[in-house]
């Protein structure tokens, strides 16, 4: 079976640039919850998507948004990219959502220089 | 007061010891808890989950919930150089049956062989 998959692993953009990661989960998975890590701050918890509906919102500025589509795959978008952005974002799939037993991607390593 | 807290460590056990791994919560009524194993540069790989009080048992792993002291631990028997990590508590929220997963700041854990 396979696992979280996220793409792509790493990526430099410039700041003010925009950028779009992907997470794709465990196969028959419904919710994809989004993170942030970083030294300082931990695992930052960014948002949740259900079958395609948003359900819950970490305190990020609205730079920061994501979608899930019909297949269950979903996409994060950063615009106007601070240098305080780079970190590790790692997206978590589970079967029935929050509160249940999650399974992470590889993550994306975000570097904005 | 942070809502889920762990000492950051590091915490050195010679090997074959036991190794115990606290965190405490600030929301009373959360109902899901994780623990979670991050290598160094990998993503979190779930080790347990608990819902309920008492303790739950997994090969060498042993997740205790004691929810009337909002704490939970996560001992290690027979610890292996492999076993060194950083571990991630992580509780649900009991706001609303959709509330968000809150990761604690991890222990750094060293099985000295």
């Known amino acids: 079976k396979a696992g979280v998959t996220q793409t792509p692993r790493y990526l430099i953009k410039t700041r003010g640039q925009q950028v779009t990661l992907s997470c794709s989960p465990i196969?028959?998975?419904?919710?994809v919850s989004w993170y942030q890590q970083t030294p300082g701050q931990g695992l930052q918890f960014l948002f949740e998507y259900f079958s395609e509906t948003q359900r819950n919102k970490g305190n990020f500025p609205g730079r920061f948004s994501g979608r899930q589509f019909s297949n269950s795959r979903s996409e994060m978008n950063v615009s106007t990219l601070e240098l305080g952005d780079s970190a590790l974002y790692l997206c978590?799939?589970?079967?029935?959502?929050?509160?249940?037993?999650?399974?992470f991607g590889q993550g994306t390593r975000l570097t904005v220089v | 007061q942070k809502e889920v807290e762990q000492n950051s460590g590091p915490l050195s056990v010679p090997e074959g010891a036991i190794a115990s791994l606290n965190c405490t919560y600030s929301d009373r009524g959360s109902q899901s808890f994780f623990w979670y194993r991050q290598y160094s540069g990998k993503s979190p790989e779930l080790i347990m989950s608990i819902y309920s009080n008492g303790d739950k048992e997994d090969g060498r792993f042993t997740a205790q919930l004691n929810k009337a002291s909002q704490y939970v631990s996560l001992l290690i028997r027979d610890s292996q150089p492999s076993d060194s990590a950083t571990y991630l508590c992580?509780?649900?929220?009991?706001?609303?049956?959709?509330?968000?997963?809150?990761f604690g700041p991890g222990t750094s854990l060293s099985v000295i062989p």
């Open positions: 196969s028959g998975h419904r919710s």
């Open positions: 992580a509780v649900k929220g009991a706001l609303t049956s959709y509330d968000k997963v809150i």
């Open positions: 978590a799939s589970s079967l029935y959502g929050s509160g249940t037993e999650a399974f």
